[in-house]
């Protein structure tokens, strides 16, 4: 008996990350989304030895590529590989998550906190099948701030510098992960204050042994940038126009975002509450230090994490969920504390609305755990998009293109590029930032149109379709017509066609004829006399 009450938490979690692991294994081949097909593409650059920045331009740091360049080295340059990538970083966030809740409170806490995160963090709303880089922020964030816990009061220096290395790595997958670097330091400083009698040299020394390891990776990163010989396209796309591109949207965008992702929370919005419940659990109780502090601003820095630039995309949210995993095993740990001084009849109640609300939650994500193939799943969560369309094209290109030949894609599908695996001519792998209203934007489709000129692609890929350019200003996308008809008639010849509705591939000179362009189609062009047809 006192075995399995010291080993039951542990079976919990293994049966939590075997749940998990067989959701995941059954998705591993859903298509690739934007987000995912432009961290392949850079991954697959940097195994080749192409730095980032040099042919792909976005505003995300390159920690993310660098993580896709890893899983792809060792599972492959496949959907597949990529999947099952982010199942193993899911499976061990999961189990940091258990760790550390585990460490804040008791075992109910452990085991409810990673049973919460492992099933939001595959939700829909978040769109958990997908590897976004803010799965990969979780993983350090959770990892650094374990660390830092396990630090003892006095030296440590070395477990210091571990935990700010690993929420400096935070910052590198994304940006807006920084935000749990400042939450690490501000936990520190606040340890310092409450301590007494204080000791300000220590304290101080142990605050900025944290710190430079915060600053090590990003340093380092920039410093490969700037060898790599990409700095001032580096610096330009994460610091210069990552400000412009945060400011683009409207408050009114941001606060529609949030309205849809709420609304598509569903049964998710259970656990969600109970949360809320963690909450006030902790704002209540206030006995101990992770009441008094660490929870109460684990989830404020978490939601500014969220927060940065107001668009609300459901990924985004994916950084908000420990915070919320861990509050509502407070929750249940809460009632489960209150309940053992009851009659035993009700001892398991906790333990019972906790099994209940989890099971309907699943429950309600059925179709896409169990039922739905991956392609299902990919259409039914981005519609319109027709993602599931391009892991073929890109089949075609491969077979069809010469090892070295080139592409350019004009629109917003940098997963194409890698199902082809084929270098694009320009870095603009994205359309929005040259049609919509930002300050940059003719400056950036002149070089666009420059790199396409003076690259000569062997294939040019257009994409009609609305969701790979939104949002537009008109006259730039007129511009932008006026200069690739002409070029397109001069140069290429048609290879190829894809319908969206249905999907349908259309292959040969006489395509386009065969398959007359709808509102939304796909059309490929060859360099005229560059190709055996």
């Known amino acids: 008996m006192k075995s399995w009450r010291l080993h039951w938490p542990v079976a919990c979690l293994l049966l939590i990350l075997l749940f998990v692991a067989a959701v995941r294994i059954r998705l591993l081949a859903t298509p690739l989304e934007r987000d995912e097909g432009e961290f392949a593409y850079a991954g697959q650059l940097m195994l080749a030895g192409i730095p980032p920045f040099r042919w792909i331009y976005n505003v995300k740091m390159p920690g993310i590529y660098a993580a896709y360049a890893a899983i792809m080295a060792v599972f492959g340059q496949t959907i597949t590989g990529i999947h099952l990538g982010l199942m193993l970083v899911n499976l061990a966030a999961i189990a940091l998550i258990f760790s550390l809740a585990r460490r804040l409170f008791d075992s109910t806490a452990a085991v409810v906190a990673a049973a919460t995160y492992a099933l939001l963090s595959m939700g829909p709303s978040v769109f958990g099948f997908a590897a976004h880089a803010t799965h990969f922020v979780v993983l350090a964030a959770v990892g ?13 220096l070395a477990i210091l510098f571990g935990s700010g290395l690993l929420l400096g790595l935070a910052f590198l997958m994304k940006q807006p992960g920084g935000a749990f670097a400042v939450f690490g330091f ?16 220590p304290d101080g020394l142990r605050v900025a042994v944290f710190s430079v390891g915060v600053l090590a990776p990003v340093l380092l990163t920039a410093a490969l940038m700037a060898a790599a010989g990409v700095w001032e396209k580096f610096w330009f796309w994460t610091v210069t126009y990552a400000g412009v591109h945060a400011t683009l949207a409207p408050w009114s965008f941001g606060g529609r975002r949030l309205a849809l992702f709420l609304s598509s929370l569903g049964w998710d919005a259970l656990l969600w509450i109970l949360a809320g419940v963690g909450l006030l659990c902790s704002l209540a109780a206030r006995d101990r230090d992770a009441d008094r502090f660490f929870l109460p601003a684990l989830l404020l820095f978490s939601a500014a994490a969220v927060c940065p630039t107001f668009h609300f995309f459901g990924h985004y949210f994916v950084m908000l969920l420990p915070a919320l995993a861990l509050l509502a095993g407070r929750a249940v740990s809460a009632a489960q504390q209150l309940a053992g001084h009851l009659h035993p009849a009700v001892r398991s109640a906790p333990w019972i609305c906790f099994a209940l609300c989890w099971t309907g ?10 039922d739905l193939t991956p392609r299902e799943v990919c259409d039914r969560a981005y519609g319109a998009n027709n993602f599931g369309v391009y892991p073929e094209l890109g089949a075609l290109l491969n077979t ?9 894609v004009l629109g917003s599908e940098p997963e194409l590029l890698f199902y082809a695996h084929r270098r694009s001519v320009t870095g603009y792998v994205y359309m ?18 420059a790199q396409i000129e003076a690259g000569r692609p062997d294939c040019v890929v257009f994409v009609n379709q609305r969701l790979s350019w939104i949002p537009t200003v008109a ?11 002409p070029y397109l008639d001069k140069n290429y010849e048609p290879m190829g066609i894809v319908t969206m509705q249905p999907s349908t591939i259309y292959w040969g000179p006489a395509s386009f004829e065969r398959a007359p362009p709808d509102a939304r189609f796909i059309s490929v062009f060859h360099r005229k006399m560059a190709l055996n047809r």
């Open 144 to 156: 650094g701030l374990l660390l830092l816990l396990r630090a003892p009061p006095q030296g440590g």
């Open 186 to 201: 501000t936990l520190l400083v606040w340890s310092a204050l409450r301590r007494r009698p204080a000791a300000w040299l």
């Open 361 to 370: 939650v699943a429950w309600s994500h059925r179709d896409i755990f169990f």
């Open 400 to 408: 069809h293109l010469p090892p070295g030949a080139t592409l350019a």
């Open 432 to 449: 929005y930032d040259l049609v919509q209203a930002q300050p940059l934007a003719v400056r950036m489709r002149a070089e666009m149109i």
């Open 475 to 485: 006259e730039y996308s007129r511009d932008m017509m006026r200069w690739l008809e």
